[in-house]
């Protein structure tokens, strides 16, 4: 009995088999990893150059953070799953010697938690880099050194921004993990398509909701809160505390813990 069940525990998970696919899964495909990786984090430091010099260090920070953690996980989510573009692949994939758990946990560990960690590290390294060197520019017999100074600090990953970033993070990529097992081929678009149709949605929900309660609104904030016109002026009125918490880990944890769970059923029922 006691053989049984570590043999039938061994079918689904195996740290050394872990270890062999998830070697197989990085090195296999090199250049949609590794290239990938490399080039998007590329991409977010020219972003950050670009953003500082036109728009100054809060622009850059928060443009480079919003677009490196978001949309990088979300390209890189697309490929995790890239093996069902065509029928030989996908069949070498579903044949391999692991159990699905083990398949599904390389997905989300590549997309989900390798990659925020390697970005996090790279954005925190070239965004104090930068700071640093702004405050080494500045003339500490200044009138204004102090107040410059203290105007350009480190991206806070504990900050107001921040904390909006990672719900709409973990929605993008439980996302595109789930639609690039549905969708077999340009799973990049397709599943970005149905994301924006699903938002114009609620947009449009919430906004009818909002019209509904409190008539002629001129802004209606996701599930938060209402702008109505009061004469020349304009007021907002918000959602209590407890419910708008409520909304808010509802659309960062739930949603992505729901999607995360179709998607490894999916898989275990993957067939063309």
């Not at 036109?54 to 953690?69: M, P, T, V, Y």
């Not at 490929?79 to 994939?93: E, I, M, Q, T």
């Not at 700071?131 to 105007?151: I, N, T």
């Amino acid at each position: 009995m006691i053989t049984s069940n570590i043999r039938k525990q061994n079918n689904v998970f195996n740290w050394k088999r872990f270890g062999w696919l998830l070697k197989k899964s990085l090195f296999e495909k090199p250049v949609q990893t590794f290239g990938f990786t490399g080039m998007w984090l590329a991409l977010v430091f020219i972003l950050y150059v670009t953003a500082k010099t036109l728009g100054g260090f809060a622009a850059a920070q928060n443009l480079s953070f919003i677009w490196g953690l978001s949309g990088g996980s979300f390209f890189l989510s697309s490929y995790v799953f890239g093996y069902f573009s065509s029928k030989a692949a996908g069949s070498s994939f579903l044949t391999l010697p692991a159990s699905h758990l083990e398949k599904w946990l390389i997905g989300v560990l590549i997309s989900a938690v390798a990659y925020p960690i390697i970005f996090l590290v790279f954005y925190r390294l070239t965004d104090s880099s930068f700071v640093h060197l702004y405050h080494l520019s500045l003339d500490p017999a200044g009138p204004f050194y102090r107040l410059k100074f203290e105007s350009v600090y480190v991206f806070p990953f504990d900050g107001i921004i921040a904390w909006k970033v990672y719900p709409i993070f973990l929605f993008l990529v439980t996302s595109m993990l789930l639609g690039s097992l549905y969708f077999n081929k340009a799973a990049f678009i397709k599943v970005g398509i149905c994301i924006c149709v699903l938002l114009v949605f609620i947009f449009g929900l919430n906004w009818l909701t909002g019209s509904l309660f409190f008539g002629k609104i001129t802004d209606a904030g996701l599930f938060h809160q209402v702008t109505i016109p009061a004469g020349q002026d304009e007021g907002t009125i918000e959602l209590p505390a407890g419910l708008s918490n409520f909304f808010y880990y509802t659309i960062a944890f739930f949603y992505p813990t729901i999607l995360l769970f179709l998607s490894y059923t999916r898989l275990r029922e993957k067939e063309f």
